[in-house]
T-cell receptor, first 116, second 116 residues
Framework: AQTVTQSQPEMSVQEAETVTLSCTYD???????LFWYKQPPSRQMILVIR??????QNATENRFSVNFQKAAKSFSLKISDSQLGDTAMYFC?????????????FGKGTRLSVIA | GAVVSQHPSRVICKSGTSVKIECRSL??????MFWYRQFPKKSLMLMAT?????????EQGVEKDKFLINHASLTLSTLTVTSAHPEDSSFYIC????????????FGEGSWLTVV
C-alpha cells in the first residue's frame, strides 16, 4: 500500500518570503501522480500543482513549484513570494497510474501560516 | 474548470434519523466518485469508492450499512448516513474523477454534518 508522509505539522513564513513544505511517499509502482492540495478555512480542496512521475521536469505553477526526486521518493512544495492568502492546510497526495478508479492517498497535512 | 457540487453544505439532524448528502459533477461525467470524512485538524480519510452502476467499495472499518452510497448516474453520487449518532458529526467531502487515472480529481465543497 502507498503511504504519504508530511513531517511538518505546522510552519510559518513571513510575507514575501519563500517556504518549502516537505513530502515523502512510499510505493513500489513506477507509474503514478503526485499532487499538492490547499485547504483554506473554507475547507474547499484546491489543487495547487500536479506532477506525473514519468516526467523528470519539475512542475511549476506561478509562485508554486515542486522538487520531485523520484529515487528518493520526495516531493516538496516551494512557495515563493508568500502571500497572506496562502495561509491554509496543505496536503500532499499520491495516486497510482495503473488503474482507472483509485483514490488519492493523502498525507496528514501541514498547516502554513503566512505572517504579515 | 470542471465543477463538483455538494449539497447540503451544512445540515443538523436529530439522533436516530437519516441524512442524505449529494455529490454532483456539473459539467462532466464521473464514473468514479470518492467519499471522504475529515475530522477537525486532521487529514481526509477515504470512506468509500463509488462506481456508477455498481456497489460501492468501502474502506476497512467503514460500516456499509450505516453509510449508504448510491451512484445511480454518471453525474450523481449520494451518501446517506443512517440512524445518525453524535459521533457521526463530521465534515464529509466528495470528489469526482474526470477521465481516467491521472486526470484531475475535482472536489465538492464539503458538507458539515451535526447530529444532536
Amino acid at each position: 500500500a502507498q503511504t504519504v508522509t508530511q513531517s511538518q505539522p505546522e510552519m510559518s513564513v513571513q510575507e514575501a518570503e519563500t517556504v518549502t513544505l516537505s513530502c515523502t511517499y512510499d510505493t513500489s509502482e513506477n507509474n503514478y501522480y503526485l499532487f499538492w492540495y490547499k485547504q483554506p478555512p473554507s475547507r474547499q480542496m484546491i489543487l495547487v500543482i500536479r506532477q506525473e512521475a514519468y516526467k523528470q521536469q519539475n512542475a511549476t505553477e506561478n509562485r508554486f513549484s515542486v522538487n520531485f526526486q523520484k529515487a528518493a521518493k520526495s516531493f516538496s512544495l516551494k512557495i515563493s513570494d508568500s502571500q497572506l492568502g496562502d495561509t491554509a492546510m496543505y496536503f500532499c497526495a499520491f495516486m497510482t497510474g495503473n488503474s482507472g478508479n483509485t483514490p488519492l492517498v493523502f498525507g496528514k497535512g501541514t498547516r502554513l501560516s503566512v505572517i504579515a | 474548470g470542471a465543477v463538483v457540487s455538494q449539497h447540503p453544505s451544512r445540515v443538523i439532524c436529530k439522533s436516530g434519523t437519516s441524512v442524505k448528502i449529494e455529490c454532483r459533477s456539473l459539467d462532466f461525467q464521473a464514473t468514479t466518485m470518492f467519499w471522504y470524512r475529515q475530522f477537525p485538524k486532521k487529514s481526509l480519510m477515504l470512506m468509500a469508492t463509488s462506481n456508477e452502476g455498481s456497489k460501492a467499495t468501502y474502506e476497512q472499518g467503514v460500516e456499509k450499512d450505516k453509510f449508504l452510497i448510491n451512484h445511480a448516474s454518471l453525474t450523481l453520487s449520494t451518501l446517506t448516513v443512517t440512524s445518525a449518532h453524535p459521533e457521526d458529526s463530521s465534515f464529509y467531502i466528495c470528489s469526482a474523477l474526470q477521465g481516467y487515472s491521472g486526470n484531475t480529481i475535482y472536489f465538492g465543497e464539503g458538507s458539515w454534518l451535526t447530529v444532536v
